[in-house]
Structures are given as structure tokens and as C-alpha cells.
Nanobody, 122 residues
């Protein structure tokens, strides 16, 4: 089994910054993509940003230029630096990891963190 533990959420004023961290542990051969998703009240969970094992990133248009995703492969961790936060960024943020089982089948399993609340309000 694999566990994802997120940290770094909280309350911040509009225009402020916040950083999220997510560390994976457990039975890990390798981690392919890692990413951040968010779910606002009454809305579906949506992609924020993802990063591949070789560092390629994809971000939602709504966060481009404000949020930066990065990862530390040695620590099985992914980070999200959020700047210029807006009230509409308020949501529960979830970490996701696509974990390979390794040989002989190299199956991919998806794991989610428990979520961390980010609230942007004055």
C-alpha cells in the first residue's frame, strides 16, 4: 500500500501565497505522474497541475502564471507553490500519485491524499 500525506493548507488573504507539500510512502517501485487537484464546495474535483517523472508539467489555465508545481523524486514528494491567490481558489486540495508496481507487470495504481483545505479570504 501507498500513503500520501499532504501539508501546508490554511487561511490566506487574497493576493497572498501558500505552499503545499505531499509525500508518498509505502510500497513504491517508482512514481510516474504526480499532481494536485482541487474541489470547491458544490463543484467537481478538477485538475490544478501535474508533473511527470522527468519534470514535464501541465497546469489548468486558471492557475497558469500563479501556481508552480515541482517534485523531489528522491523523496517521493510533490509541491505546489501558490501565489497571487484569489477567493475562487478556495477549495480542498488533493495530491495524486500514479505509482508503478515494478516488475514483472509494471501495473500503475492511483493513490490520493486525504486533502488539505485552502481558504482565500479577507
Amino acid at each position: 500500500q501507498v500513503q500520501l500525506v499532504e501539508s501546508g493548507g490554511g487561511l490566506v488573504q487574497p493576493g497572498g501565497s501558500l505552499g503545499l507539500s505531499c509525500a508518498a510512502s509505502g510500497s513504491i517501485f517508482s512514481i510516474n505522474a504526480m499532481g494536485w487537484y482541487r474541489q470547491a464546495p458544490g463543484k467537481q474535483r478538477e485538475l490544478v497541475a501535474v508533473i511527470s517523472s522527468d519534470g514535464k508539467t501541465t497546469s489548468a489555465d486558471s492557475v497558469k502564471g500563479r501556481f508552480t508545481i515541482s517534485r523531489d523524486n528522491a523523496k517521493n514528494a510533490v509541491f505546489l507553490q501558490m501565489n497571487s491567490l484569489k477567493p475562487e481558489d478556495t477549495a480542498v486540495f488533493y495530491c495524486k500519485a500514479v505509482v508503478s508496481t515494478g516488475p514483472p507487470y509494471y501495473h500503475e495504481n492511483i493513490y490520493w491524499g486525504q486533502g488539505t483545505q485552502v481558504t482565500v479570504s479577507s
